[in-house]
């Protein structure tokens, strides 16, 4: 006898999912707080000469893992006795917590089977609400500490950049849909949104603004590259008068590594024109370095350009944008003109400008959301202002892309639809028996030339149909028209032909066997078929003449002489009864 579990309640299932999901944002939370925990308190055990004890190292632990969120820190403990704000949020510690959350709200959103699931929403605000919980205790944790979390930013980035994680979790554990929008957005937009159409033009350019953000990101990081090779002693002096033993040292390397993403995106902004601020006083742009930097000593900043005006080196990293832009317009292009579409299907001119002016909008406010982060206040006096200038560096990204990417695009997408030259795309259009009529100007050696070497010329129909396929030479004419000649010495000699001439023209061709194929369908083949079939069927066979094809009667009767088509019509054996194909 079976042992059935009883059936719980609807409100007591749907308790349960809550509580599964509030748990997995706990632990999600938990589980990034305490590996950077770890991390600096084994910094913090193996510094020679610590400042405070453990318990200062765990309050210091909960304050950069706030700040990874995006929460602004504040150093009571200065020289000059005024708190100096920490707004430079290290972007790869961004990844760690961003993603905990992420797949906290996912494995929460999931169907699973044996375990109740929460509605969407019910997982979003679950999730979301048990990480913020861990949040609000480490920053009432992190207040007695030498990094302060300022209150005002628990709500804003950090509650905003946990909402996003947790509903982009809940999003892909929906499959990523796109649409449909809630009953509360307006209907214009859900009518909009439901459109086949209209999904494909906004897929196709978040493609393209998330390539083109990319490309920027990598331009920028190289230019940060070539700026520490070229300074790479002044990086060197930097990073070993920071700290004198190997625990210092790793955790200045840590910290550099951190802020690896923010000097791409700063080298970005560089090349984008608007640049960046090195203090109040002081900007660095392609044009040259201007007012008097007040840089701190790390070896990241070695980058920085000298002062003074701009030389040919810097002039060059306008560079980066164009190809960003260029990027977008090939992103673009290759969903407005596919290379295996026919051109029917191609987007019209109107479409392609719209789709890439709508990419160069999204990759200017993906710049300038990135920028915003990338920088920030380290001080209260010069470094108030260090990095990059947002609402400068977006509209620049915005016009770097449109300005080239527009124009880009419309000339890719007429490369890509011309005549000449894409000899494999087929239109939809084209009439029935176009192919056949290109296979025919291709002339039975597959290489443009009758059977005497001579091209044939075009016939007097004005016959337009595609350029000949050069990567298929094999490909032969119309039905019929065959390069295996036949009889005993086509059969022998068969295959194709070498281009000017007959396999007999060249004197180093050594033709292949190939097994013959028409004796399949001559008449004494097919009654012996025939016959064949009847013993086996054991008078299961149909008491009626087969039928040939028209396609091989018109073979036979173009093939054969008139005394063989009278022979053909005899029938094949004593009963009356035809041969079958």
Known sequence: MTERSPMLPP?????????????????????????????????????????????????????????????????????????????????????????????AARDAAEPEEG??????????????????????????????????????????PVALVVAGAAAAGVWTAAGRPFGPLPSWSPLVLQEAVARTLFRDRAEAACRAAAVGTAVLVGGGALLVAVALG??????????????????????????????????????????????????TGAT??????????????????????????????????????AVAALAVAWCAVRRAAPADAPRAQAWSPRETALVTGLAALGCGAGTALLTAVAGGPLGS??????????????????????????????????????????????????????EDAEDVREGADGNGADENGAVPEADEAGETGKPRRWWAPWRTGA?????????????????????GGTPADDPGFEPYDFLPTDPWHENETREARWASLKRGSGGLMADFPARVPAALRSEETSGQPTEAKAADAKPADADGRGATP
């Open 479 to 499: 039905p019929g028209d065959s390069t295996v000649q036949e009889g005993p010495a086509g059969s022998a000699a068969g295959g194709t032909a070498p281009a």
């Open 381 to 434: 006096g010069a470094l108030a202002a260090f990095g990059p200038v947002w609402w400068l560096t977006g509209p620049a990204a915005l016009v770097w892309t449109a300005a080239i990417g527009v124009p880009a695009a419309l000339l890719l997408r007429l490369w890509r639809l011309r005549e000449r030259g894409w000899a494999w795309r087929r239109d939809v259009d084209a009439p029935e028996g176009a």
């Open 11 to 103: 409100e007591r299932t749907r308790t349960l999912a809550l509580a599964s999901a509030f748990l997995r944002g706990v632990a999600a939370a938990g589980l990034g707080l305490g590996s950077l925990a770890v991390l600096v308190t084994v910094l913090w055990i193996s510094s020679p000469f610590p400042d405070s004890g453990p318990g200062g190292a765990l309050r210091a632990a909960a304050a950069v893992w706030l700040l990874a969120h995006g929460a602004e820190l504040v150093r009571p403990d200065t020289l000059s006795g005024v708190p100096a704000p920490v707004g430079v949020v290290p972007l790869l510690l961004v990844v760690g917590p961003v993603w905990l959350a992420h797949r």
């Open 115 to 156: 375990r109740p699931r929460p509605s969407q929403a019910d997982a979003f605000c679950a999730v979301t609400a048990g990480y913020l919980l861990v949040a609000a205790g480490a920053a009432a944790y992190a207040r007695g500490g030498s990094l302060r979390v300022v209150p005002d930013t628990l709500a804003f």
């Open 230 to 279: 070229r300074d790479v002693a002044a990086a060197q002096d930097a990073f070993l008068a920071l700290a004198g033993d190997w625990s210092g040292r790793v955790a200045v390397l840590l910290l550099a590594v951190s802020l690896v993403p923010n000097a791409a995106l700063w080298g970005a902004a560089y090349g984008l024109g608007p640049g960046f601020a090195l203090g």
């Open 284 to 321: 660095a742009t392609p044009l040259g370095l201007t007012g008097s930097p007040a840089v701190p000593h790390f070896p990241l900043l070695a980058a920085v350009p000298d002062q003074g005006p701009a030389t040919t080196l810097n002039w060059a990293a306008p560079a980066v944008p």
